[in-house]
């Protein structure tokens, strides 16, 4: 049996445009999430900048919950850099 991780990185400069910003969470980052929220049994782990992850939290409310259930539910695991995704 092959087994895969499957994981996502998401980050946006720092102050980077904020429609830009909004743009990727409209079109990307939130409808994934809401796909797989749809298959509670595909687990992967997800990466968001703190900066990223703090926008989220402020401007983005839906997008935020779904990663809150998601993690709730076990089928997300967070893992992290630096707040600022330094080069290490």
């Keep these: 049996m092959v087994k895969l991780l499957f994981g996502i990185h998401c980050h ?25 929220k749809k298959y509670p049994k595909f687990k992967f782990a997800v990466h968001y900048s703190g900066w990223l992850l703090e926008y989220i939290k402020n401007y983005s409310k839906e997008t935020f919950k779904l990663l809150q259930d998601l993690a709730l539910d076990g089928q997300i695991e967070f893992f992290s850099g630096g707040y600022y995704e330094p080069i290490l």
């Design 12 to 36: 946006q400069p720092v102050e980077n445009f904020y429609e830009v910003v909004d743009e990727a969470i409209e079109k990307a980052y939130k409808p994934f999430l809401k796909i797989a």
